[in-house]
């Protein structure tokens, strides 16, 4: 591996200064965490370089070869399965000059060359050869290809879920996790067969702050009947319907939240598709047997969830999609669409259609959102507006013990809960110096 | 490399004789012109935001499909865009009515001011085929959206048709494949047909 710098010097903004931005007793939030440079800058280091970040689904990269690429934070990285079978993820990053040594998005390859000076790495990222490699021996006194292999970073799995982080100190995966692998469960362990991505990848571009759509995604119920009913109406029939309040929750560990009820089809009626609402009812014995009746409950229910910082799903609905950070302005968004690997044919394609023509650039749902949040990031760049502190005190109250959901858990759906504890993880990640100063147990 | 060693890029005889393109015969001029009129017709419904009458140019089995692009190495065996990869549209005659049934309500927000949509056809090319009355018609678009004061995103791309004569002698469009050159949709959003 080559030899890395210790950390770059600069103006960072100090904690003191951070925390007077993100007021979490009263829920007030500054939108100057939407637009400044530094603060952008400091989450790409303290946030991309140093968490678990979703990288692929195990099924994109199924045989040795298979390749695609991504980013964590503004880095490329390649995702492989070398011939040992193993998964490794290492920067799209020649270390002789820089270059990227693979443009394709996915594919199978023996190795990846450089364009420039025609250095291949193997599919385990290491230096293979390189033209006029012995005038390198010759005349490098230190010249060892052992040591100039692509940048590597640590894989870990979670039920077919690939994440990777470049942070030697970060904690295991699972800890990352925490509770949440409880509710990740939701989408990811109704079935003995697994879970697979249907191939290809939408990608577009929202000139927002990628923060937005993450905390959309964590716990924004209230925004479904306002901003959706258009949709609702063009998929449903009718617009969205006045949303219970008792029974219904949202939950958070680690700065990664759901919010959800136990209506079993709210979200999958979305897709318009009646055989598919009929999979989830005639599964519900065999959920409930996997996952208890809880989680049977909520397969497909009503609902959102971030997993902290990028990663946001809809459970039922089956979009899987990572907000991607492009400067402080932009958002590139990645939808894939997830289904079980044992699902009939038939079902996966109305899936794939299904999740399409609701939650993609062109779906009646995600067509409002890009416009709300373009512009909840735009009107950051007022002076004035920047000194006006958002409101996110909805449901300061609603903290309350559930004998089976676990991490903390609020009752209501219509409740900032999540958004304070995804905004509380970001804070205490911007004023940690190192993984050791990062507090546990949020 | 010595510039001895450098080859031709192609045998000598295939320079001197490159091999004609094995176009189809062009069809009657009229033709051409009734489809070339249907296509800048419905693109102007759509400028002018008349989707019902737009729905109204579709066969009761219209496939409508714009695949999702990848950027992929030539040696790639899985190809081209294919059917069983995510989609910007793949759809039957139903879902696009529900399409419109969006764009056309009063609470789509996100169309009210309204997004200012402007089609440019050309490149369009006429065959017949072994069906009577079905003509594969390609064409080439360029399509830019205004929104709100200072937003502006543009789409190019080609499309190959299906276009069908139905019983009363009218052209209906049986089938689009749209190809787009942007993978990566340079757009929040993609409120437009094309």
């Known amino acids: ?442 | 490399m010595s510039v001895s060693q450098v080859q031709e890029p192609h045998p000598a005889d295939a320079i001197r004789s490159p091999r004609p393109p094995q176009f189809p015969a062009l069809p009657d001029p009229r033709l051409v012109f009734e489809i070339e009129q249907f296509l800048y017709r419905e693109a102007r419904l759509l400028d002018e935001e008349r989707y019902e009458e737009w729905l109204g140019l579709l066969t009761e089995d219209v496939h409508y499909w714009m695949p999702g692009i990848q950027a992929r190495y030539r040696n790639d065996t899985s190809g081209g865009p294919i059917s069983e990869r995510m989609a910007f549209y793949d759809d039957d005659l139903l879902n696009l009515r529900r399409r419109v049934t969006r764009f056309m309500h009063a609470t789509a927000w996100a169309e009210d001011p309204a997004t200012r949509a402007c089609h440019i056809i050309n490149n369009v090319e006429v065959e017949l085929t072994d069906t009577e009355g079905d003509y594969r018609v390609y064409s080439t678009f360029v399509n830019c959206r205004g929104r709100n004061e200072a937003e502006e995103s543009w789409l190019a791309g080609r499309r190959t048709d299906l276009l069908r004569r139905d019983a009363e002698g009218a052209l209906r469009l049986a089938r689009r494949e749209i190809y787009i050159t942007q993978t990566v949709l340079l757009a929040k959003n993609l409120n437009v047909f094309l």
């Open chain 1, 1 to 442: 591996m080559s030899e890395q710098l210790e950390e770059e010097v600069w103006a960072r903004p100090s904690a003191e200064s951070l925390r007077q931005l993100v007021d979490l007793q009263k829920g007030r939030i500054s939108p100057r965490i939407f637009w400044d440079d530094a603060i952008y800058r400091l989450e790409l280091e303290r946030i991309f370089a140093r968490c678990w970040i979703f990288v692929a689904h195990e099924s994109q990269v199924a045989s040795p070869g298979d390749f695609l690429t991504t980013t964590i934070g503004e880095d490329g990285v390649i995702v492989a399965r070398g011939n040992d079978g193993q998964v490794r993820v290492f920067l799209n990053a020649c270390p002789h000059r820089g270059n990227r040594v693979c443009f394709a998005e996915a594919g199978n390859a023996r190795r990846f060359t450089c364009n420039y000076h025609g250095w291949a790495f193997g599919r385990d990222g290491a230096l293979l050869g390189l033209p006029a490699e012995e005038i390198y021996e010759k005349t490098c006194p230190d010249f060892d290809k052992s040591e100039l292999g692509l940048m590597q970073a640590r894989v870990a799995s979670y039920k077919g879920l690939l994440f990777a982080t470049f942070d030697p100190a970060a904690p295991s995966l699972d800890d990352y996790l925490g509770d949440y692998r409880w509710y990740l469960d939701v989408i990811l362990d109704t079935d003995e067969g697994g879970t697979e991505f249907l191939t290809g990848n939408i990608k577009s571009w929202i000139d927002c702050n990628w923060k937005v759509p993450a905390e959309n995604f964590v716990g924004d119920a209230l925004h479904a009947q306002w901003t959706h009913n258009s949709g609702a109406v063009a998929m449903l029939g009718s617009g969205v319907g006045k949303a219970k309040q008792d029974s219904v929750y949202q939950a958070n560990t680690n700065g990664h939240g759901m919010q959800f009820g136990f209506d079993m089809v709210g979200n999958i009626m979305t897709l318009g598709e009646p055989e598919l609402v009929q999979y989830i009812r005639e599964r519900e014995t065999l959920v409930a047997e996997r996952l208890g009746k809880v989680r049977s409950r909520m397969v497909a229910a009503m609902g959102s969830a971030t997993l902290f910082p990028h990663f946001s799903f809809l459970a039922g609905l089956n979009t899987i999609r990572t907000w991607n950070p492009r400067g402080p302005h932009r958002t590139e968004l990645h939808t894939w669409v997830l289904v079980n690997k044992d699902a009939p044919a038939s079902l996966k394609a109305k899936y794939r259609r299904g999740v399409m023509r609701t939650f993609s650039p062109s779906g009646t749902l995600e067509m409002d959102d890009g416009e709300n949040w373009e512009n909840a990031t735009r009107t950051a760049a007022g002076v004035v507006a920047r000194r006006q502190k958002l409101h996110y005190g909805l449901g300061l109250n609603s903290k309350v013990e559930h004998e089976e959901l676990p991490g903390n858990v609020h009752l209501r759906k219509f409740n900032d809960s999540n958004q304070r504890a995804f905004y509380g993880r970001w804070l205490d990640l911007l004023c940690a110096e190192d993984w050791s100063q990062v507090p546990g147990g949020r």
